[in-house]
């Protein structure tokens, strides 16, 4: 009698908060696929460059898992093989990612709850995510469907990280030129970047030419260079275009 | 060979600079919206930016014996499908597998 009184008062207790968890991270998962899935194959290049590098696998599960910045983390390999100094890996983490400070502006941060999952939220809140929430399907989400979706993101990067890194080790030098992936992604994103502004044909002329000055001029600090000529030109031009808009 | 001091301290750093510029800006939401010049640089910036890194990338490429033509071959594959098909995975496996081919054969 106790027992079935019990389990008749228990059932709803325990199950009426536990089912909407479930379909939360459900929809996170089913949400996090489209883009996600492309973050596998990504991985796995990733994992396999890092390898090739010869880098421990681990250090791929390291990268993916606490760093969580794809593009950057792909730059980094190159740039710790060449023991570059921490300041220039600072320096160049802080422009490649530097984008992301602008998606403060509109990520649904205010709709995640609790310290952590806002701690979490931000430290995961890749291109993917800020593109994800940025829908107009999102506009309904809840904030645990969101870090949901985070998690999952950041999840797959892992896995495929680490599945590359430890293909990488098995097959070794065999298989040469994959390395391409990165200026590859670069690219791809850059031709993305210029088509949000097709009328600034100025910036990424600007930005070849000071590329290009760098590696000729200084050839073992051209990364700093380069973004210091960008940054140098970029602000001329805002000077001059306020010049000439006072004038008129 | 970096070591794993070197290779801790290369993390470290990364984590604290992209965590801090995601966060950061969270807390100081009006200056951000406020500041013009700042605005300009975010909006110029990124394309920029990519660009160096893609002649960063390249910069290694030889010029003699025809070796500078896989990595031109496969910039010419994965620009040309991005901007005909704008897909990512498509434009990067495809630019990569031109590259891979033509460094193996």
């Not at chain 1, 990612?97 to 952590?116: E, I, K």
């Not at chain 1, 098995?170 to 097709?198: K, N, Q, W």
């Not at chain 2, 110029?44 to 490429?61: D, F, S």
């Not at chain 2, 896989?70 to 010419?76: H, K």
């Given at each position: ?11 709803p ?14 929809a ?14 990504l991985?796995l ?10 880098l421990d696998?681990w ?6 898992a ?5 593009s ?32 403060a ?10 310290v ?11 291109d ?23 998690l ?12 590359g ?29 210029a ?9 990424p ?44 | ?45 990124p ?5 160096v ?36 995975l ?16």
């Amino acid at each position: 009698m106790t027992r079935v009184l019990l389990s008749d008062v228990g059932r709803p207790g325990l199950t009426s908060p536990a089912e909407p968890e479930t379909r939360t991270a459900t929809a996170a998962l089913r949400d996090s696929f489209s883009v996600g899935i492309a973050l596998v194959p990504l991985g796995l290049a990733f994992g396999m460059v890092l390898t090739q590098a010869g880098l421990d696998w681990w250090w791929a599960t390291v990268f993916t898992a606490l760093i969580y910045a794809g593009s950057f983390e792909f730059l980094l390999i190159g740039l710790v093989t060449a023991v570059t100094p921490l300041g220039t890996i600072a320096l160049t983490a802080m422009l490649v990612n530097l984008r992301h400070v602008f998606y403060a502006l509109s990520f649904p941060l205010h709709r995640v709850r609790g310290v952590r999952a806002k701690l979490y939220s931000t430290f995961a809140m890749t291109d993917e995510a800020y593109a994800l929430t940025a829908t107009a399907a999102s506009r309904s989400w809840s904030g645990s469907r969101i870090v949901g979706l985070q998690l999952f993101l950041h999840l797959y990067w892992v896995i495929g990280g680490t599945a590359g890194a430890l293909l990488g080790a098995l097959v070794g030098d065999s298989v040469a030129g994959l390395d391409f992936a990165l200026p590859a992604l670069f690219t791809v994103m850059a031709i993305d970047a210029a088509r949000e502004r097709p009328d600034d044909v100025s910036g990424p002329a600007c930005a070849f030419v000071a590329a290009v000055v760098a590696a000729v001029v200084a050839p073992g600090q051209m990364l700093p260079t380069a973004f210091a000529l960008l940054t140098l030109a970029l602000l001329v031009s805002l000077g001059a275009s306020r010049l000439r808009s006072r004038r008129a | 060979m970096p070591d794993a001091p070197y290779l801790l301290a290369a993390v470290a750093v990364t984590v604290a600079v992209t965590w801090s510029l995601r966060a950061l800006p969270f807390v100081a939401l009006a200056p951000l919206r406020e500041s013009r010049t700042l605005h300009y640089l975010g909006l110029r910036m990124p394309t920029g930016v990519l660009v160096v890194l893609v002649v960063y990338c390249l910069r290694g490429t030889p010029v003699a014996d025809n070796a500078w033509m896989a990595p031109a071959a496969a910039l010419a594959v994965t620009a040309g499908l991005h901007l005909w098909r704008r897909n990512l995975l498509l434009s990067i496996t495809a630019g990569t597998a031109v590259h891979v081919i033509l460094l193996n054969v």
